[in-house]
Every structure is written in structure tokens, then in C-alpha cells.
């Protein structure tokens, strides 16, 4: 029976495997026909193409079309999962090839001026789902509706799904730039997005889906902080926008599959890239304010830190592109160059079969951030289907800023051969027009096959808004948009949709030719433009004949309604080529890679006249200092007096009534000017002066707090602030402030925005005049303010080891040193840095200037007699001046500007020793006399000889096309208190005479605010002439209560209409008669 048991024992240690899984007999037909259907459904496509006729050729095509754009997908699909894992395995990926490779480390890496933030990730990442509730919660509840109500189309919209994923936003690098204005800081974030975004959109009326999953994002995205301000938030605005196109990729989902075909792939995110640059890429900028009263269009559009000429003249050793017999025999090419610099574009004309052409072509661009923007060149050869790549170039504009001209020959990359040669003009924007008939004679000079000559300047309109235009047939509100024009070239603003006072706020630059013989043409139209809405015509020479060329004014519409009126600034700046700059020496032809540029402008084919040979380095003759040099201004605060403070000092208890010993801390800009202490007075006298230098910059405040002086803690008086743009607008302000979060009191203050003149012949009357008076604080008050614009030196002395030395330039000026920062390692050393400094009496003070290395060694040293500059015409000086202590050639080259302070006072004063006793104060004075407390009956104010109560803004004017009088309370400032929580005022006016009453008009009430803003319109139906024999009788009241003992009336106001234009309308404010005791 042993045969029998050989199985059984066999069977227990060998290991049989597991039967396979029994499919039911169901499950097996379905795959079997599902198997079938597939191929049946990929044979349908050819059955159908025969049996209809149809051509195989179209067939294959729609094959190929299918497999280009899965090739597409995958492609795209494979960058997307490829950038996600770098992101999130950054640092292993970088060892290993660190390691593997043994080269330098990634840019990222060893930069020192590109500072990794990796705490700025951390919170991003934790943020992120957040901000994918916050997108969702947008995109669903606001810009859906909006889609849906857009068009008829839409109605069914909806976004069914928004994720962000989990993948956030880096910032890999910061890098910062403080030292170039230091009114703004400047960030540069190296922005890298690679996420798993999901957001799909249905439209259901028509069963369509469409989405994204996956975006790629890589770009250097600047952010400037401006202007830096004294109070918080410290920051006036935020200004963001990309120096470049960012690299943008986007992984369609649904419908919008049919983007990633082959051709359509391109051309879509072509339109969406450009959709991005037109709001974010330069000169488009986004600009987020963060306080009030900014020129938000300023900040979106400044002023250009200057042009840049390009001449592009030849290349030579192009890459052959059009072989013949597949290569074997090298052929030509039709070489043409494509210049970028941001969105301004430029193409060349090709040359017909030539590796060597000229091309002799200029192009003027204009440059708004330098660091930063580039200059790219790149070569192409022209062919009939697609143009072949012959190499690229880039070259930074902050190069050509510094050297002024660059004259070479630049490699061109990404290809084995081939070079092109550049000349590259810094042309710096000079705010007078002092140097235009030279520079218009220089560019006639150019020879040129194009009539037209280079530009002479830049011209920047700042369109702001306008007010009362004409409404459309049937009193229906306009849609007005505005055409500027210059010449053949025409501009349009953006369109604001249903008013008649728009607000535009659009910024645009024109290239000028000879500002004297061009105009600017303003054409309001609706936004069909069909209708014109009124127009308007500004010759370019009124601008020759305004301060700085500058105009920031009220216009009045032609071919509109009589009190229809546009608000424009327009700022023209010349175009300066130093030509005594030195120009880099044109080097050999090369033969490997190089380097490129970016940006043009207007193109003619010119030539230089005298070009052969190589240019003699030579040094400018001449500084180039930024176009916001010597814009300052000087406020002058002179604190005279308060009255009616608070008793902090009591006794017993406070039983007995004491005194306070007040003192006043004025803040601006930063700086803290205290008074001295005033012993027991709660009606001080101080009759201090403050001066400070000042940029004209929006959002400015000066700070009042008044304190009672004590041994241990300072008590607290008041205080009050005051917006230096509401001074700089009336230039003078003389008048009582009224304490906030106190019961009572208030301060009397001089304020005045100095205007600076050049004229010297008041530089005698207004020293006159400071030399007889006297301040407290022992003030001399300041006749002038001084620029200094320290641009280089030239052949200083080595140090004493024999190295070149670290130089830095000490700036003094009596008490008031500045310094500038200390160079690399030169005996030419360049700085370009700006010093201010106030001034006493120019005709004895001196400016000193002393080099030395890194503070210690001296270099040389240099005095500057302020009378000197006195003698110059416009009185600024403006060469190279011998140092002394130093070598022979030891040089400086810097610019003095001296710019007179004018004041009314000296002029109020001139007219009382003109006129005598007689003679009628053209200004406010003060009396000294007032200082005597026997005197304290009110201080007189341009020609009121009662106190003031403060002051009420107003509008008045007649429009001709309503026939009615119109009056607009605009707001109030600086009101007399009524009670210890202020005042409720309202205004309350009617005109006289009106024995009915029928025009007496009311304002709502403003609770608990000295400085309210009412904006309310009230209309008249009078005529002009009827208008012009009425009196406006104005009551600024405080609201009380039938049982209330607080003071009802605040001020009041009579103004005679016939004394005002009325077709013209006025905007001004006027002071409030205080009640009589």
C-alpha cells in the first residue's frame, strides 16, 4: 500500500498556489463587449470618413491634431508634477546636484543681496487655506453675479468648484533696495507658484464645462513702499507689478481642453499673459493706497527716471539659416532684430541674404525702474512660415544710467556665433528749458532717411477728473472717456460709465519733437465715441513759460456746458544726452556668448556724423542728478499763543483750583520740536519759530499734543493734527486750532508753505525783514534752502599702504552735517546722492565738502563761498572744483542749488514802509503787541476784525445750461468748540434778500467733528443777473437741544455774489465771523 500513501505525504510539503478568482459568467460578457466597443468605437471614426466620402488626408489630420494636443497634455502635465516636486524637495534636489556636479551653488544660494524668507513661506503656507476660503467666497459671491448680469449668454454660470489646494505660494528670494530714494523703499520678490489649483465653471443652459487644474507661475515681482510718512502706518501706498512677463503655465480641464491643441496652445497664453500685463506688468502698475488724499495716478504712473537712445547699427558672423541641399551647402539668412524692454516692442527691417547687416536704426524708450529693467535684443531670420532664432542679448539699463553712453559689441547667446553692436544713450529729463534750443539743434544735426528727428522731450499728462459735463438727449448721465492727441499719435483714457463728473485718473506719455510749434488736443467723448462732450487745446509752449514746466490746474471745456470744466496736470521734461560723458570703447568683434538689452521707442535709420575712430574717454563736464532733485519745500511753524487750558495743578483735592505749566510737541516727518515750559499760565505765550524741509509728498500730517510740565508725569493738555497738504494748498494759514480730547482750549499757530524763488533782488527785502524779529527759542529764520547733488570725484590720492581707498564725502554746513555713503575701492569714486540744508544768509555762510577713507584717512578737502552762487545764473553752480590737501588732479563734481524763501509776511512788511500808517495790510501781520495780555481782544485776519471761528469751504458758480445758481458746502475745519465734546455743527444759508424765506437751504448735522465734511449741492432757480444782485448770508450752528445752555451759533458768513464770477464759478475757503460777546 505504499503506493497509495506517496501521494498524501507529497502533498503536505509541497505549497500549491491559490486557484484564481472565479469571475461570474456576467462579469466576463461585459468585459468581452466592452473590449469590443472600444474598438469598434476607434474603427467608427475611419467607417464614417469612407462612408460620407470624406478625404483620408482629413482623417490623418484630425489624428494628428488629436495626438499633438494629448502630447501637449502630458507634457504639460509632466512640467506641472516636475515643478511641484522641486518645490517641495528644494534642498535635497540642491545637495544632490551640488554633490554630484561639484559646481557653484545656485543663485538663491550664495547671493548675499537676495535674502531667503523662509519665515514668509511658513505663514503663507499656513494661510493658504484661508485664502482659498476668501477666493471661493470672491468668486462665488462676487464675480459670479457679475459674470451672470454681464450677458444674457451667462445667466446659468456658477463655479462649482474652487480649491487652491494645498500647494501654497514662495517667495525663494527677497532683495532690497534702500540707498537709490529715501522717501521709498524698493522690494524685489522672486515669486515661484506651482500648485494644484481646481476651479471649475458650468454654464448649464448650455451643458458646457470648463476649468483649470494646475497652474505654474515663476516671476520677479517688484514692490515699491511710497512714500514713507510719519504716522501710521508709515506707508502711503503699496505699488506692485512685474519688471518682466512672469512665466505663466496652465493646465486646462473640460471645454477649455481644446487650449492645449497644437497652435491654439500658444495663442492663449499669449492672451491671457497679456491680459496679466496690462494690469501688472510695467509701465502698468497696481497701486493700493493706504491713507487718504494720495495722487493715486502719481504713484500708478510717476514721472520716468529717463529715455534711453538705442541705436541699433549692425551684427556681424550671424548664424547661416537658409542651407541649401538639407545643409550641405550654407546659405544665408535674412536677419532682423526684435528689441523689448517691458511691454514696448520693437522690430527692425531684415536684410536680405547677409550674416553682416546694418541696419542703422534708432529707437527712444522710456525707462521706469532702473535697477531692474532690462534691454533685451533678439535676432531672427525671416522666412515664410516660421522666422528661425539667431541669438539674444540682454543688457541692464541701470549699466547705461551709470555710464551715461555705451558703445559695444555684445555677444549673442544660445547660439555657436554672432555678435551685435549697440550704442546706448542715457538722456536725463531736465525740468527747465534752459538747454532746449541745443538739444532740438543737436537732434537736426543727426542725419536721418526719416524726416522726423529724434524727440526733444517727454510729455506726461496726468488726467484727473472733470466736472458738470453736458448730459446726453434726454437728461440722461454721459459715459465719458477722454482722446488725447499729439501729433499723429492719439492716446484714450478708461471709460466712466453713467456720470457727468468723472473721475479718470489715468496717466499718459508722449514723445515731443519741438514742444514749441506742438499742442496737446483733449477731445471728451462719450463711450461711443460719437457724441463730444466738450474739448479742449493746450499749446506745448505755455508749458515752456510755467515753473519746473509744469501745469496742475483747472481747464474749462470748449464746445460745453458753461461750468463744465477738466482737471489736468501736465509735466514736460527735456531730454538731455551728456555728451561729455565717456562712452565704453567699442571692443573687438567677439566670437563667444554675451550679454543683451530691452526697450524702444520711435525708429528712423540715422547715421553719425564723425563716428569713425575710436571716442576719447573724457569725463561729463556737467552733474545729471535725478529729476526729483531740489523739489522740496520748507514749512514754517511759528507757535504763538494758547488760551483757556485745562488746570491740571490743583490743590486739596482738587478743591482749589490751580494752574498748569504747558509746553507744546509739534511731530513731522519723524522729527520731535518741543517748546520751552511756561510757569503757571494757562494762557501761554511762546512766540517760537520751527522750520523744517519738507517733499511734497500726499498724506503728511503734523502733530500738536500739549502737556503740563510735572516732576513725575507729564500731564496731558490737547491735542490737534493738520494735513500739510491743505497748507502747501494755501500756502498761508493764520488762525486759533481748538483742542481735541479735552474740555477746553486752543492754540494759536502761523503756518506757511515758503514758495522758493530765484529772484535776488528779495533776497535783501526778505533779510530786511527777519533781521527785526526776535523768537523766544532764539531762531534767526532761514533766507534760503540749498541743494547739493555730490555726483563723483576724479584722480584722488592713494592710501598710505599704497591701496585704492574707500571714499566717503562729508557734506557741512555750519552745525549741519551730512555724509554719503563710502564707495568700493576707487580714486574715482561716484555716489550720486542729494543734501539739503537751510540757510541763514547765503552772502556769508560757506559749504564744505571733505573726502577721507572710510572716515579716517584724509583726501582732500574743499571750500565753497555761498556768495558764489549768488553770481550764477539761476543760482546754480554746477562744474568740477579742485580739492585742496590733495593731488594736483584731485576733483570733485557737484551742484549747488540755492532757491530763495519768499514769505508774505516780508512782502505785508515791505508794503506798511511803502505806504505807511495809511497803507492797507496786504497779508496778516502779527502785532508784538498782542503779546502784552492787556491786548488779548482777537487776533485780526485779512481784513475781520473780530475772531475767528474757523472756516467753511464752498463752491459757488452758475451753470447756464440748468439756469440755476448753485452752491456747494463742501466742508468745514478747525471750528470753535461749544462744549467739552466738541461741537454738532451744520450750515445753514439763505440768500438776501428773501423776505419768504424760499431759499434758505440746511446741511445734515455732523455729531461731535470740528472738522466736518458735508459735500451737499443746493440749487437756485434764479437768473445770472438776479443771482448777482443776492447776498449769501451763511450760519455755521451747533445742534442743541430746546433746554441746552451750550453756544448755538459757531460762525457766520456774508459774501455779496456780484464780487464773484459766477459763468467761472470759485472753490475757495472763507473764514467765520465768530459771535460777538
Not at 503656507?125 to 485664502?131: D, H, I, L, S
Not at 470744466?565 to 554675451?594: C, F, H
Amino acid at each position: 500500500m505504499p503506493s497509495a500513501s506517496a501521494p498524501s505525504t507529497m502533498g503536505e510539503d509541497v505549497m500549491v498556489p491559490d486557484p484564481l478568482p472565479s469571475h461570474p459568467p456576467g462579469e466576463r460578457a461585459v468585459s468581452v463587449l466592452w473590449s469590443f466597443g472600444k474598438c469598434l468605437g476607434a474603427l467608427l471614426p475611419v467607417y464614417l470618413a469612407g462612408y460620407f466620402g470624406f478625404s483620408i488626408s482629413l482623417v490623418l489630420l484630425c489624428l494628428m491634431i488629436y495626438m499633438g494636443w494629448k502630447h501637449g497634455r502630458l507634457e504639460k502635465l509632466m512640467r506641472l508634477k516636475s515643478a511641484m516636486y522641486l518645490l517641495e524637495n528644494e534642498r535635497e534636489f540642491t545637495t544632490e546636484q551640488v554633490f554630484r556636479s561639484k559646481r557653484d551653488l545656485p543663485p538663491w544660494v550664495n547671493f548675499p543681496d537676495v535674502e531667503k524668507v523662509e519665515w514668509l513661506n511658513k505663514i503663507l503656507q499656513q494661510a493658504w487655506p484661508f485664502v482659498g476660503q476668501y477666493m471661493e467666497k470672491l468668486l462665488v459671491e462676487t464675480i459670479a453675479p457679475a459674470i451672470r448680469a454681464s450677458n444674457i449668454h451667462l445667466q446659468t454660470l456658477s463655479f462649482t468648484k474652487v480649491n487652491l489646494g494645498d500647494k501654497a505660494m514662495k517667495v525663494v528670494g527677497v532683495k532690497a533696495y534702500t540707498e537709490h530714494d529715501k522717501r521709498q523703499v524698493l522690494l524685489d520678490l522672486y515669486v515661484s507658484y506651482a500648485g494644484d489649483v481646481e476651479i471649475n465653471v458650468e454654464i448649464k443652459k448650455y451643458f458646457c464645462k470648463a476649468g483649470v487644474k494646475g497652474i505654474q507661475l515663476h516671476g520677479k515681482l517688484r514692490v515699491i513702499l511710497e512714500p514713507l510718512i510719519g504716522d501710521v502706518p508709515l506707508v502711503g501706498a503699496i505699488t506692485m507689478f512685474f519688471i518682466r512677463r512672469p512665466k505663466l503655465d496652465i493646465n486646462w480641464t473640460g471645454l477649455t481642453n481644446l487650449l492645449d491643441i497644437p497652435g491654439l496652445n500658444a495663442m492663449s497664453d499669449t492672451m491671457i499673459m497679456d491680459a496679466i500685463a496690462s494690469h501688472l506688468v510695467l509701465p502698468n502698475r497696481l497701486t493700493v493706497p493706504l491713507v487718504a488724499d494720495l495722487h493715486v495716478a502719481q504713484l500708478r504712473s510717476p514721472l520716468p527716471r529717463g529715455v534711453v537712445r538705442i541705436h541699433l547699427l549692425e551684427a556681424e558672423n550671424l548664424t547661416a539659416k537658409d542651407t541649401v541641399i538639407k545643409g550641405l551647402i550654407d546659405g544665408k539668412s535674412d536677419p532682423y532684430a526684435l528689441l523689448r524692454v517691458g511691454t514696448q516692442t520693437f522690430t527692425s527691417h531684415h536684410v536680405d541674404s547677409n550674416l553682416n547687416p546694418q541696419w542703422r536704426e534708432m529707437y527712444e524708450v522710456i525707462v521706469h525702474e532702473v535697477p531692474g529693467q532690462e534691454l533685451e535684443v533678439e535676432v531672427f531670420d525671416k522666412d515664410p512660415d516660421q522666422d528661425d532664432f539667431l541669438g539674444r542679448v540682454k543688457v541692464d539699463l541701470d549699466i547705461v544710467k551709470k555710464a551715461r553712453v555705451v558703445d559695444d559689441w555684445f555677444n549673442l547667446k544660445d547660439v555657436p556665433s554672432g555678435s551685435v553692436h549697440l550704442r546706448l544713450e542715457w538722456l536725463s529729463l531736465l525740468p527747465s528749458a534752459a538747454r532746449l534750443s541745443e538739444v532740438i539743434q543737436r537732434n537736426k544735426n543727426l542725419t536721418s532717411k526719416t524726416a522726423e528727428p529724434p524727440s526733444a522731450a517727454i510729455l506726461a499728462v496726468y488726467l484727473d477728473q472733470a466736472q458738470d459735463l453736458p448730459l446726453k438727449k434726454g437728461n440722461k448721465e454721459p459715459s465719458p472717456m477722454v482722446q488725447l492727441s499729439i501729433q499723429d499719435t492719439t492716446r484714450e483714457s478708461r471709460t466712466c460709465y453713467g456720470t457727468n463728473n468723472p473721475m479718470w485718473e489715468d496717466a499718459f506719455t508722449f514723445f515731443i519733437q519741438d514742444p514749441r510749434k506742438q499742442d496737446i488736443d483733449l477731445q471728451v467723448k462719450d463711450d461711443d465715441r460719437a457724441l463730444s462732450l466738450g474739448s479742449l487745446t493746450i499749446p506745448l509752449a505755455h508749458l515752456l513759460d510755467s515753473s519746473e514746466l509744469t501745469m496742475d490746474q483747472w481747464f474749462q471745456l470748449e464746445n460745453s456746458g458753461s461750468a463744465s470744466r477738466i482737471y489736468v496736470k501736465a509735466v514736460l521734461r527735456v531730454l538731455w544726452l551728456n555728451e561729455d560723458a565717456t562712452p565704453t570703447t567699442p571692443s573687438p568683434r567677439p566670437s563667444g556668448p554675451g550679454s543683451g538689452l530691452n526697450q524702444g521707442g520711435n525708429i528712423s535709420e540715422v547715421t553719425f556724423a564723425g563716428n569713425s575712430g575710436v571716442a576719447k574717454p573724457t569725463r561729463p563736464q556737467y552733474t545729471t542728478p535725478d529729476p526729483e532733485f531740489a523739489t522740496e519745500g520748507v514749512l514754517r511753524i511759528h507757535l504763538l499763543e494758547a488760551h483757556n487750558l485745562i488746570a491740571k495743578d490743583n490743590f486739596m483735592g482738587g478743591m482749589v483750583k490751580g494752574k498748569s505749566d504747558p509746553y507744546v510737541k509739534i511731530r513731522v516727518a519723524g522729527i520731535t520740536f518741543r517748546s520751552h515750559t511756561i510757569k503757571e499760565n494757562l494762557n501761554p505765550i511762546w512766540n517760537e519759530l520751527y522750520e523744517i524741509i519738507l517733499t511734497q509728498l500726499p498724506g503728511q500730517e503734523i502733530q500738536f499734543e500739549l502737556f503740563d510740565k510735572d516732576i513725575d508725569q507729564d500731564d496731558f493738555l490737547g491735542r490737534f493734527k493738520l494735513n500739510l497738504r491743505d497748507i502747501i494748498s494755501t500756502q498761508f494759514i493764520d488762525t486759533w486750532y481748538t483742542l481735541n480730547d479735552v474740555k477746553s482750549g486752543r492754540v494759536h499757530l502761523l503756518l506757511e508753505w515758503l514758495p522758493r524763488v530765484t529772484d535776488l533782488p528779495r533776497l535783501e527785502q526778505i533779510l530786511l525783514y527777519q533781521s527785526q524779529q526776535s523768537y523766544q527759542n532764539k531762531v534767526v529764520p532761514s533766507a534760503a534752502v540749498l541743494f547739493v547733488y555730490v555726483e563723483r570725484a576724479h584722480g584722488l590720492p592713494l592710501k598710505k599702504s599704497g591701496k585704492e581707498p574707500k571714499v566717503g564725502a562729508e557734506i557741512i554746513l555750519k552745525s549741519t552735517i551730512h555724509r554719503t555713503k563710502i564707495s568700493e575701492r576707487s580714486i574715482s569714486p561716484r555716489w550720486d546722492e542729494a543734501f539739503h540744508f537751510l540757510v541763514r544768509d547765503p552772502r556769508d555762510e560757506n559749504l564744505t565738502v571733505k573726502l577721507s577713507h572710510s572716515w579716517g584717512q584724509s583726501l582732500g578737502f574743499m571750500v565753497l563761498p555761498l556768495r558764489e552762487v549768488l553770481g550764477q545764473q539761476g543760482l546754480v553752480l554746477d562744474r568740477w572744483f579742485n580739492l585742496d590737501g590733495a593731488l594736483p588732479e584731485s576733483q570733485i563734481l557737484l551742484r549747488a542749488t540755492l532757491k530763495i524763501l519768499d514769505t508774505q509776511l516780508a512782502m505785508g512788511h515791505m508794503s506798511d514802509d511803502v505806504s505807511g500808517e495809511e497803507g492797507e495790510h496786504i497779508f496778516p501781520k502779527w502785532d508784538p503787541s498782542h503779546l502784552d495780555l492787556r491786548h488779548r481782544s482777537g487776533f485780526a485776519v485779512i481784513g475781520e476784525h473780530g475772531s475767528v471761528a474757523g472756516q467753511v469751504k464752498l463752491s459757488i458758480g452758475y451753470s447756464l445750461d440748468e439756469s440755476r445758481l448753485f452752491i456747494i458746502v463742501l466742508s468745514c475745519r478747525a471750528l470753535a468748540s461749544c462744549s467739552k465734546d466738541g461741537a454738532d455743527p451744520y450750515v445753514s444759508l439763505i440768500l438776501l434778500p428773501d423776505k419768504k424765506g424760499a431759499t434758505k437751504r440746511k446741511t445734515a448735522t455732523k455729531k461731535r467733528d470740528l472738522n466736518p465734511e458735508f459735500n451737499e449741492r443746493f440749487d437756485f432757480d434764479l437768473s445770472l443777473e438776479e443771482s448777482a444782485q443776492r447776498r449769501l448770508d451763511l450760519s455755521v450752528k451747533n445742534s442743541v437741544s430746546f433746554m441746552s445752555r451750550e453756544r448755538e451759533l459757531i460762525g457766520k458768513l456774508q459774501l455779496d455774489l456780484d464780487q464773484i464770477d459766477l459763468k467761472t464759478g470759485v472753490t475757495q475757503w472763507y473764514d467765520l465771523a465768530a459771535e460777538a460777546n
